[in-house]
């Protein structure tokens, strides 16, 4: 007969396919990447690649590229995560109300979610058209504006532009996080409050922001990590312009290793984003350590 | 002082319908206007002062699409891009759904050596961005020959969606009482079994709220389909869409169709399966 199987060798026979795709496809790349930004491996001179040490590392961080970079995309995380937040709240609390036609508000409000971003970067260049967009249309008619302007054409309005595209896109996950979060707070603490004579205001921020912590801080630290994947919007909306004001360090990074082939420079920011996502990740795990489930 | 309440209390009430009303529209005027841009007539888009309502509509773009011949290049590319996202999509969702199923039960249900640790290890390159090891990736399947191929981009994918997989099942395991495996168990069941007759069956909610997110991930995954594909044989619906931009510059019609038809397949799945995908992304995972 034969013998069963340990409970640890089954354990291990069951995660060696997914270990084998992350091992492959995740870790050995990303040590190969830092393998990489050891040596000047640029695709325009491809038969000499010198070991440069720390050089590539070096060169980035003295220049002024990379932190405008960085400083964009803090920016963009701060701005359009306050924003899905402050709407993402009210959303759901007003969802959280009893009004006529709440299931059917709840069930389109995922539709911009649901939208591929590659779509949702070519609607809104389309909405901020200078000569032919419907914003331009809108506020003409409505006579807030004079003339057409045009809203991707200067550095810092385009860089507030795309962030109103993905703030569209994202904020209904927020407002699905936050309400799901909403229905655990037991009704009791607010009719003890009630009681108390405790009115809206206080009770939002004596009981429900509390309470609402825990989720809160999840979304945000998911929101924040995902500000360094941002990328299809800008490629489809700007490509990075004009004068480079929507070049946040994910598109930078693309820039450099595939548009000017420098791969070990790409390769050394790469690595950098990765020694960011290790730190924000060991963050996430300590803040989840504070709750009890996961 | 109750006329004073009751005042608030209307107050209250139709300052919510307010809300709800701007949210409706806010929600849905821009993807509205999407559907409006793709069967308007050419000219009423351009027209100033812009018409919102077009006199006429015109599905001439969705057929043209559809029924063109392989002369017109970009309804032939964008026919065979969407069927090349559904195969990498469907080919991902088995493959991760598999690998990262068979990981969540064990995680959440068996006992060995380190496994905080290797938890810990799929947390993280969850987490990584594409942006970190594309480059890498790009010289390794340069190696082996995978790039502009749908198989190359399958792989890839799986390695973003398998740990994701991983994190929510591990969540739907944990929540199915012990005693029932346990009680199989000694009704003389090997662990095989009692993964596969009580556990995924009790698990199936959450493999389909899993399934469903996979595959939205995979179709609307753009960054690595830039760099890995090329040619009419690999290219997906999302670096169709961004060459349709580019191309049919003038074209907002065209552009606007080729937007919409990317973007049914994940809404009409979203709004059928809402419970299920709002289940699986409060279990803890969330796509980007």
């Known amino acids: 007969m034969r013998r069963p199987l340990s409970e640890e060798n089954f354990a291990f026979i069951l995660i060696t396919p997914a270990v084998i795709i992350i091992f492959s496809i995740v870790l050995y790349p990303i040590l190969k990447t830092l393998y990489m930004s050891f040596f000047n491996i640029d695709l325009t001179n491809p038969f000499s690649r010198p070991f440069v040490g720390l050089g590539n590392y070096l060169e980035i961080l003295c220049g002024p590229t ?26 759901a609390l007003l969802l959280n109300e009893d009004f006529y036609g709440r299931w059917l508000l709840r069930s389109l409000i995922i539709i911009p979610w ?141 820039r450099e290793a595939f548009s000017y082939l420098q791969l070990s420079k790409g390769a050394t920011l790469a690595f950098l984003i990765s020694l960011t996502i290790l730190g924000l990740s060991i963050i996430y795990v300590k803040a989840l350590g504070t709750k009890t489930e996961y | 002082m109750p006329i004073l309440r009751r005042n608030r209390k209307i107050f209250t009430e139709v300052f919510k319908y307010i809300f709800a009303f701007i949210i409706l529209i806010g929600t849905l005027a821009p993807f509205l206007w999407l559907i409006i841009s793709s069967i308007s007539p050419e000219k009423e888009l351009l027209a100033k002062p812009l018409q919102w309502i077009p006199s006429r509509h015109t599905f001439q773009r969705y057929v043209s699409i559809f029924t063109e011949s392989e002369n017109n290049k970009a309804a032939y590319v964008f026919r065979q891009a969407m069927g090349n996202s559904i195969k990498v999509a469907l080919s991902v969702v088995v493959i991760s759904l598999i690998s990262g199923t068979i990981a969540a039960y064990s995680f959440a249900r068996l006992k060995f050596r380190f496994k905080n640790k290797i938890i810990m290890v799929f947390l993280f390159t969850y987490m990584i961005p594409p942006v970190a090891i594309i480059i890498a990736l790009f010289t390794i399947l340069n ?66 709220a899993t399934g469903i997110l996979v595959f939205l991930l995979s179709w609307e995954e753009f960054f690595y389909a ?3 594909t090329s040619s009419v044989q690999a290219k997906t619906i999302s670096v169709a869409i961004s060459e349709f931009s580019g191309r049919h510059a003038v074209d907002y019609g065209m552009i606007a169709t080729g937007g919409v038809l990317a973007t049914l397949p994940p809404v009409i799945l979203t709004l059928f399966f809402q419970r299920y995908i709002i289940s699986g992304l409060t279990a803890g995972g969330v796509k980007g």
């Not at chain 1, 990379?66 to 959303?91: D, H, K, P, Q």
């Open chain 2, 143 to 208: 190696e082996l020959n995978l790039i502009d191929t749908l198989l190359g981009l399958t792989i890839l994918y799986s390695s973003f969606t398998t740990p994701f997989v991983v994190w929510i099942m591990k969540g739907y395991m944990q929540s199915i009482p012990g005693d029932l495996e346990d009680a199989a168990r000694i009704d003389g069941c090997s662990r095989l079994k009692a993964l596969t007759r009580v556990i995924l069956p009790l698990a199936l909610p959450g493999l389909i």
């Open chain 1, 66 to 91: 990379f932190w405008n970079a960085m400083v964009r995309t803090v920016y963009f995380a701060v701005v359009s995560i306050s924003m899905e937040f402050i709407l993402g709240i009210s959303i």
């Open chain 2, 226 to 228: 830039l760099i890995f």
């Open chain 1, 114 to 254: 649901a939208i591929p971003t590659i779509v949702n970067g070519s609607l809104w260049r389309w909405i901020f058209n200078p000569q032919y967009g419907a914003l331009n249309a809108l506020l003409t008619q409505i006579g807030l504006i004079d003339s057409y302007q045009s809203w991707l054409g200067s550095p810092f309005l385009a860089l507030n532009m795309v962030i109103v595209a993905d703030v569209w896109k994202m904020t209904p996950l927020v407002v699905i996080m936050i309400l799901a979060g909403l229905q655990t707070i037991p009704h009791e603490l607010y009719e003890s409050a009630g009681v108390d004579g405790a009115n809206v205001l206080k009770r939002f921020f004596h009981i429900t922001l509390p309470m609402l912590k825990p989720t809160i801080l999840i979304v945000l630290i998911l929101r924040t990590m995902e500000t360094f994947k941002v990328f299809d919007i800008i490629y489809i909306m700007t490509s990075g312009g004009p004068a480079n004001g929507t070049q946040l360090i994910t598109y930078y990074t693309y």
